[in-house]
């Protein structure tokens, strides 16, 4: 059983300056809810119990709004305000969440090996603190945790994306074992559009076993000068084997901007208590486009 998830959410997030100058992109909202609440929902509806969250500078509103609030609590029962209270009160009861500060900004996979000692040696699934991902086949990790229990490996999410962007993601070199599972040759991170293995993307969802921290260690400096968590996935495919799972859905990277907006727009029509008033606005509104 997987009941350990880790978040890194210790970026800089400079894509959304300037405002992310003074607080955390994890905390930006989208709708209603700061982008991280979805994460952690999607890792509470996947079975995990236990959530490391790792964090940096700045980033201490996040610690503040997994804890409770007794203050705010009491002032909405005096008011009598039980559905804002409940929203509240579920926040802080989602999970065990638990923090841990990365002390220099070198890169997600040094983000991954903070939590080498909580995680001990249970497989665990990362979800970038960042990035919304659905799915109508249920949360991306649940489908994550399923394919480990079925190939005892280290999985990662897959996304289809445009050949001629490939240059942007890291790419699975892959066969296909059965449909949408893959098991990795190789992961080649930004490849050109010519060189490209395939156009799955690494889709910011991961379950890993407990090795991968051997390879995460003294791991030297990849692309862009960081520490980068596909280097480490290639020694564990080398060594071990790894799989890569194409999920049908939406990947969201609130940390960019167009992304940003976009999300906004999806989610506020997902909504039942929104969606009908913010569609025929969003009609009359794109008319005068
Ligand atoms: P990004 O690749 O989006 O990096 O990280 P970033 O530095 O936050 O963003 P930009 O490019 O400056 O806008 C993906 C996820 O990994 C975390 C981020 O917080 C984000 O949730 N991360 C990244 C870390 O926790 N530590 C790092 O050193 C880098």
Redesign the pocket.
Same mark, same amino acid.
Do not use: M, S, W
């Given at each position: 059983m997987v009941k350990k998830a880790v978040?890194?959410?210790?970026?800089?997030?400079?894509?959304? *300056?300037p405002a @992310?100058k003074s607080q955390?992109?994890?905390m930006i909202p989208v709708v209603d809810k700061p982008v991280i609440q979805y994460v952690v929902e999607e890792a509470v509806a996947s079975g995990i119990t236990d959530i490391l969250m790792?964090?940096?500078k700045g980033k201490r509103s996040i610690e503040e709004y997994f804890d409770r609030s007794f203050d705010l609590e009491q002032r909405l029962e005096e008011k009598g305000r039980t559905q804002e209270l409940e929203a509240i009160k579920q926040i802080s009861q989602l999970a065990d969440i638990h923090f841990v500060w990365?002390k220099?900004?070198?890169?997600?996979g040094?983000?991954v090996y903070y939590a080498r000692h909580h995680v001990g040696n249970e497989p665990f699934v990362v979800l *970038?603190?960042? @990035?919304i991902v659905e799915s109508p086949n249920g949360p991306v990790s649940k489908q994550l945790i399923n394919a480990y229990e079925k190939y005892g490996k280290g999985v990662v999410a897959l996304q289809e994306v445009e050949k001629s962007v490939v240059s942007r993601y890291g790419v699975i070199d892959g066969t296909e074992v059965e449909s949408n599972v893959y098991r990795a040759n190789d992961f080649i991170e930004k490849p050109s559009v010519e060189s490209a293995p395939s156009n799955l993307a690494i889709g910011?969802r991961y379950l890993f076993t407990a090795d991968i921290f051997k390879y995460l260690k003294n791991l030297p400096t990849g692309v862009n000068n960081?520490?980068q968590l596909t280097d480490a996935m290639r020694l564990q495919t080398k060594a071990n084997g790894f799989y890569g799972l194409k999920y049908k859905g939406m990947r969201y990277?609130v940390?960019?901007k167009m992304d940003y907006l976009k999300t906004n727009i999806i989610l506020a029509l997902e909504r039942e208590d929104l969606k009908d008033e913010f569609r025929d606005w969003l009609k009359e509104f794109s008319k005068n486009l």
């Open positions: 978040i890194p959410a210790a970026g800089f997030g400079t894509r959304l *300056l @992310t955390p992109k994890e790792v964090i940096g990365q220099e900004l070198k890169g997600l040094d983000a *970038l603190g960042d @990035t910011g960081e520490i990277d940390g960019n």
